[in-house]
DNA sequence: TCGGGGATGCGTATGCCATACGCTTAATGC
DNA sequence: GCATTAAGCGTATGGCATACGCATCCCCGA
């Protein structure tokens, strides 16, 4: 009896995944779980996470503090259902695309679009998803190799690859670009100038001569992602090719 | 004069790098910095981030509240502490080692090692590295690739991949092993399957179905880092050989 | 047409948190 | 021994999440 257990499941996964049922008594409500949501989501977005107060958040909404606990359970629910939210549908392809790696990447350009819209995602995945959003991601990476002759459990781990390749490159550029007004752009290449000094870190030194932190110099960053995943790409090709061979 | 920049620099960086002077003069401290970030290393370490508290910190410490800010200037400035104290040193090799895939393997196995000891570390992680101890492993990850032929660019985009890829990793399993009590082992394998119906997630619930999310079935956690680590330098093992022919 | 059940909106209160300010205390060097 | 100087810390402030309970208002059945 499947459904047992989903009496058993939190209410927040009732409501995640549409098992909530609806009420159509009482007062009309002022308030909905989606315009709680999508304000939540829209001031993280403006002022970052730490900025993001139950109490903030109904200022922004027009109520009081404590009305937005009729939609959510807490700020753990509220930020589920942001995430839930934000990260909205993975590109589609079918079950088996025969390009996996145009697929992929093209999963890895989004999602990256994704972390970069919404930099407070990265801040707060704790836990592995249990929500629809989240685990439409994942389906759909799983999907990008239906057509490779990886294992089940290869290919997973390639798509943990793909997707913690993209966290860090979006986390990486979002903490770089996000000085806010209290140092120019290229402030940490000259603090590192400053602070490591080529006796006590040689080869950091140099790739900081070689521009390596300046933003300026070089490709983009957007350019610099798409290099990366590449590379990473390339090895899951090996992997690819050796599976075929067995 | 770059002794001018020193003296503009935070009062944290000055101290973190050795620069602060001696002071030698007034009450003997009871407590030091040192003290204090190794209570908030044990502290974050033994019931994670959000118990690390000033006040709790303090009743660790057998001392007021507010004497910790005559050692640390704020919360911010103790977690910088904490994360420079708690990676320790990074694996020795050379400039230039013949074996670069071996080095850098070894700073993966050991960096990954650290996380998971001090699985706090990745989630405040939110600005670009400016302290000894972090600037001290970026820096061996670079002399690993220092025998390649590989651009000082080309090194760092390396080296970044591989270290999203163990925070990731380890980020993973750390929250796949820290149910606390309330859930079983498995508890997540089984939500999984509870939650990821075939219709909706075709090939989320055949991996689910191949025991991807079992920590039982299959390889141990350690042995999938390595895999996905493998596949992660097969990649790099092309970019070097195209570089060298190039 | 009109109660009454039921959910909504929210005022109040509690307890934890970081931390500014300034007093007390004690060690150093003259 | 006394001035100087910094350490330790008591008190207070303002923000935070949120438990509890009451007032409000709407749908539904009579």
Redesign the pocket.
């Known amino acids: 009896m499947p459904d047992d257990i989903g009496n058993e499941l939190p209410h927040v996964l009732n409501v995640l995944w549409g098992r909530a049922k609806p009420?159509?008594?009482?007062?009309?409500?002022?308030?909905s779980l989606e315009r709680v949501v999508a304000a939540a989501i829209a001031l993280a977005d403006e002022e970052g996470l730490a900025?993001?107060?139950?109490?903030?958040l109904?200022e922004r909404l027009g109520?009081?503090?404590?009305?937005l606990?009729?939609?959510v359970?807490?700020?753990?629910d509220?930020q589920l259902f942001m995430l839930n939210a934000a990260c909205g549908p993975p590109p589609e392809f079918g079950t088996a695309p025969a390009d996996w790696r145009g697929s992929l990447t093209r999963w890895a350009v989004e999602l990256f679009g994704v972390y970069r819209r919404h930099p407070w995602i990265v801040q707060l995945v704790n836990s592995p998803p249990v929500d629809p959003g989240q685990l439409a991601w994942l389906d759909a990476a799983l999907r990008a190799l239906g057509g490779t002759p990886l294992a089940w459990r290869a290919r997973f781990s390639v798509v943990m690859l793909v997707l913690h390749y993209v966290r860090g490159a979006a986390q990486l550029l979002t903490s770089l670009s996000a000085e806010p007004e209290e140092r120019a752009d290229g402030a940490y290449a000259a603090l590192l100038t400053e602070l490591a000094h080529p006796g006590r870190f040689p080869a950091l030194a140099r790739a900081i001569e070689a521009g390596v932190f300046d933003p300026h110099a070089g490709a983009a960053p957007d350019d610099d992602f798409r290099a990366g995943l590449d590379h990473l790409l390339d090895g899951v090709g090996v992997a690819i090719e050796r599976a075929a061979q067995a």
Chains 1, 2 share one sequence.
């Open positions: 009420k159509g008594r009482g007062r009309t409500p002022a308030l900025a993001l107060s139950m109490a903030r109904a109520c009081a503090p404590m009305s606990y009729r939609h359970a807490g700020k753990d509220l």
